[in-house]
């Protein structure tokens, strides 16, 4: 449904809340950058399915990341790095297929920018047109600012990524806080500086001190979203496993555990075995006469 003059058109959809069935403005681009002029903070969670995107677009969330953390939360590897773009493709239609109002941005895997412009463009091209991604995000600062420049110059928004950038992260040392030394500080501001010149909706702020992060988010026009960076920043992302207790190989210090979900499923799944063992389940009104 389309809602305003010629010059002013919001696109309206249903959600369903807990109290029924809501109208609600599509996030946009527009929406994004309006809620950062207005300090309004933007919200952002990671969703790799179908059922995820469903519960993350429900809650009212802003902004959903099918980020390519999907290959240690969900495929169980090691690292960011063996994520593919048939991966990326294949998670990303999955999530479009729940989200009615979220704005959705695909991670572009590693190496799937890297060598040339023209095929950034391509795989790009691919995660909007076959996966229906709203936009994607590239990890890098003036590297590869002219490789998102040509993507966002082919009409596809992007979202940068400064700070800690897993999949470089063995370049930077570690999963580390990036920013630290006046000299790393001063070349996080000329990758943002150079990422908002070259086109970006806005810029993923992770692992980087507060201060540094506050003086990015007062610097760019665009909206910054941090993880590990402060509440300075104009909004915030978390990794859906992380914040309810799902993923507990390791838990970064920024992440907040809103629930531990794993205890209670598994605490579930034992009494479902406990009953089936004692007969108790299937009960009456769960058999057919």
């Keep these: 449904m389309l809602i305003g003059g010629k010059n002013n058109i919001m696109k309206i959809t249903k959600i369903r809340s807990r109290e029924g069935w809501i109208m609600a403005e599509k996030v946009s681009i ?3 950058q309006e809620m950062k002029a207005n300090g309004e903070k933007i919200t952002m969670l990671t969703a790799y399915d ?3 995107a469903l519960l993350v677009d429900r809650a009212g969330i802003d902004m959903i990341l099918v980020g390519d953390s999907l290959g240690m939360t969900v495929l169980g590897l090691d690292s960011t790095v063996p994520v593919t773009m048939e991966d990326m493709l ?3 239609k999955a999530v479009m297929r729940g989200v009615q109002r979220c704005f959705v941005v695909a991670d572009m895997p590693f190496m799937s920018y890297n060598i040339t412009r023209e095929e950034a463009i391509r795989n790009a091209g691919r995660l909007v047109k076959e996966a229906g991604a709203h936009a994607v995000k590239l990890e890098g600062g003036t590297e590869i600012a002219p490789t998102v420049k040509a993507i966002v110059d082919a009409g596809i928004p992007v979202l940068g990524h400064l700070g800690l950038t897993p999949q470089t992260a063995t370049k930077l040392g570690g999963y580390k806080v990036q920013g630290r030394t006046p000299e790393a500080a001063q070349k996080i501001l000329e990758d ?3 990422l908002q010149q070259a086109g970006v909706m806005g810029v993923v702020l992770e692992c980087v001190p507060e201060a ?3 003086e990015i988010t007062g610097m760019l026009e665009v909206p910054t979203i941090g993880i590990g960076a402060g509440a300075g920043c104009d909004g915030q992302v978390l ?4 914040m309810l207790g799902l993923f507990d190989r390791f838990q970064p210090r920024f992440v907040k555990r809103y629930r531990n979900l794993a205890a209670e499923i598994v605490a579930a799944l034992q009494e ?3 009953e089936v063992r004692r007969g108790v389940f299937p009960a009456e009104e769960h058999t057919f006469r």
């Design 212 to 214: 540094l992060a506050n």
């Design 192 to 194: 943002a500086r150079a």
């Design 239 to 242: 990794v859906f496993h992380d």
């Design 272 to 274: 479902y075995k406990d």
């Design 90 to 92: 294949h998670h990303t």
């Design 30 to 32: 527009v929406t994004l």
């Design 50 to 52: 179908y059922p995820t």
